[in-house]
């Protein structure tokens, strides 16, 4: 795990050393133990290290063959890097233990056809000196990011927006297309951010950069066929236990994220039955949190599998935390479990440098409520408008707050009950502002997130399923862990992630997945075999924050400041309802708020 950087130029030319050494000093966060460096003839490649396989000096990036003919910088892990080090040639040499120099190896022979083979989450960059290539990827998952700029004379790229802009040769000019899209959903999808200049690479795609130009294409991509096993239970436990197993290999300290929900208690059921030994566990809340703290359930979680537990109390003021998202993120990010996220992954970071996360179990498992909604969605929205209106006023009686699980679930029924039959479901549960709000707003026409996504042509469940995996899962979800967490120098993995998993579980037909009454179907059943049953009866919550509350509350101030003197909205008559109705507590507007004052933070960390 590290932070890594490059800068190619498309005619040889002298090289600048010091924008390169500013884009790694931005990324020292990231890697803490080392810092290298490697200057080449059209290309400049740099790196910081958090060492996590083989701590020895050898295992170094940038990383050179013999020959000196290619250099290779590298963040994240490769899980099946010891079954391919084996299906290497018997003669070829290695001076290290580490999964970078498997890379390096299976470049050597296999060039690009190399990301394919790979199973891991990584950003890998590849420096071709005979041929002056500079080569790119990013894994299946887009758990590990990668952004980049490129312009007539140049090519740039890094794990983080502020390495780019660190350079000094890249422009904050803000793109207000993106700014459409985050106000849309509260996160940039791939390949836009909030900077004109800067793209990300989407997930399972990579970039090849020469003299002749930038090529982007897909290695990668969700299998289409439906097949299902003869033993699909069997098959999915086998898959998640070696998933785990794979997860767990590392030099350092590894420990786990428990929320006592369980796609984080499994995985600490697996672990405990893996090491032979106390499994690390870490739960992290805020007091007065009331229905959003988890600490109970996971003490019993762990309690249950002899975990050596550590229960965190976030301390720190909650303004001084909220206004530091802005620096971890580089960009607004509307996801306010951030928050809690931040607080974890600090105070797990004092005990061990990899935590293992039940991340991804929800959208490869089929885990949220809205997949039921959407159920039920075609049936809701044929009823007669008259109908329709009726339940909203019924509805709209309910208070507006995340509380308890009775006014969460009085929420999703105000949600529910404000779906329109014009517009598709999918679009209307995940909106932040809808496309009317934006007009208002900004004045302008915004671009409509639906004209990004390829439907698979499968229900309405399906789509939002893989709406969820194309966008919401790594430019909201696995962005929040992977910056929270490499803000202390703490490596995240995912085991539901695993590329085996997600191909599994994508060729099986939805009923394994969701019904109109139950969700994660077939990973309950298997999950039923380790966990005591009331983690299995539960209801969901997911890992939020009470944002409602602290808007009323404790960050009502830094909030209104931003809200109704927004700089990017000034005046706006939307906000300042959306404000007074919140206040109130007549709705909920606390995601559309939260995005706001995310928005306007960043502008402040930008400006300065």
């Known amino acids: 795990m590290c932070g890594i950087a490059g800068i190619f130029f498309f005619q040889p030319q002298v090289l600048p050393e010091t924008p390169l050494r500013k884009m790694v000093a931005a990324l020292s966060h990231r890697g803490p133990d080392h810092e290298g460096f490697y200057f080449g003839k059209q290309a400049l490649l740099g790196y910081r290290r958090l060492s996590i396989i083989d701590l020895s000096a050898a295992a170094s990036q940038p990383m050179c063959d013999e020959s000196r003919r290619f250099a290779v910088i590298f963040n994240g ?91 000094q040769l890249v422009s904050a000019d803000i793109d207000q297309d993106a700014l459409s899209l985050y106000l849309q959903l ?7 951010t909030p900077y004109a200049k800067i793209r990300k690479l989407n997930a399972g795609s990579c970039i090849r950069v020469s003299s002749n130009g930038v090529e982007i294409h897909p290695y990668w991509k969700i299998p289409s066929e439906i097949h299902v096993p003869e033993h699909p239970e069997e098959d999915l436990e086998q898959l998640l236990l070696n998933s785990v197993e794979q997860q767990m290999i590392s030099d350092v300290p590894v420990g786990a994220f428990l929320s006592g929900g369980i796609d984080s208690s499994l995985i600490v059921a697996f672990m405990s039955r893996i090491a032979g030994r106390r499994v690390q566990t870490f739960t992290a809340g805020f007091s007065g949190m009331g229905y959003y703290d988890e600490r109970p359930d996971a003490e019993k979680i762990a309690k249950q599998f002899n975990t050596e537990h550590h229960d965190f109390v976030v301390s720190e003021p909650l303004v001084e935390l909220v206004t530091g998202l802005a620096s971890v993120f580089g960009e607004p990010f509307a996801d306010s479990s951030a928050v809690p996220t931040s607080g974890l992954a600090r105070l797990t970071s ?43 006023k019924t509805v709209g009686l309910l208070p507006a707050s995340r509380r308890s699980l009775w006014e969460e679930r009085a929420l999703l029924l105000q949600r529910f009950s404000d779906l329109s039959p014009q517009i598709p479901p999918n679009w209307q549960l995940n909106a932040v502002f809808s496309l009317d709000e934006i007009r208002k707003l900004s004045g302008k026409e915004p671009v409509p997130v639906e004209t990004l996504f390829s439907s698979t042509n499968g229900t309405i469940v399906e789509n939002m399923m893989r709406f969820d995996y194309d966008f919401y899962l790594p430019e909201d979800l696995l962005v929040k862990e992977d910056r929270c967490t490499m803000a202390f120098g703490l490596e995240s993995r995912v085991p539901y992630l695993h590329r085996d998993l997600i191909e599994f579980m994508n060729r099986l037909p939805v009923k394994y997945k969701v019904s109109r009454t139950s969700t994660k179907r077939l990973f309950r059943k298997v999950a039923a075999k380790y966990l005591p049953s009331w983690v299995l009866s539960k209801p969901k919550h997911g890992f939020g924050s009470p944002a409602s509350e602290w808007i009323r509350g404790e960050l009502k101030q830094l909030a209104e400041r931003a809200v109704l003197n927004s700089q990017f909205f000034p005046g706006s008559a939307l906000l300042r309802q959306k404000w007074q109705e919140h206040q109130q507590g007549t709705y909920d507007h606390s995601k559309s708020l939260w995005a706001v004052l995310m928005l306007e933070l960043w502008r402040l960390q930008i400006r300065s």
């Open 186 to 192: 509260g996160y940039f999808p791939a390949p836009f």
């Open 77 to 167: 892990e490769i899980y099946n890097f010891r079954e391919l080090r084996k299906q290497l040639s018997p003669s070829t040499p290695f001076f290290s233990h580490s999964d970078t120099e498997v890379i390096l190896r299976l470049f050597q022979q296999h060039q690009e056809n190399t990301w394919p083979l790979l199973n891991g989450m990584f950003a890998i960059g590849v420096l071709d000196e005979q041929n002056q290539e500079l080569f790119l990827a990013r894994d299946h998952a887009g758990i590990k990011p990668l952004y980049y700029y490129q312009d007539h004379e140049k090519f740039l790229f890094a794990s983080e927006p502020r390495a780019l802009l660190a350079s």
């Open 350 to 392: 004092k005990h061990v440098k990899v935590a293992l996360s039940g991340t991804g179990g929800d959208e490869i498992f089929g885990g949220y409520r809205k997949y039921m909604a959407a159920h039920w969605a075609s049936a809701y929205t044929s009823l007669p408008g008259a109908v329709r209106q009726t339940i909203r």
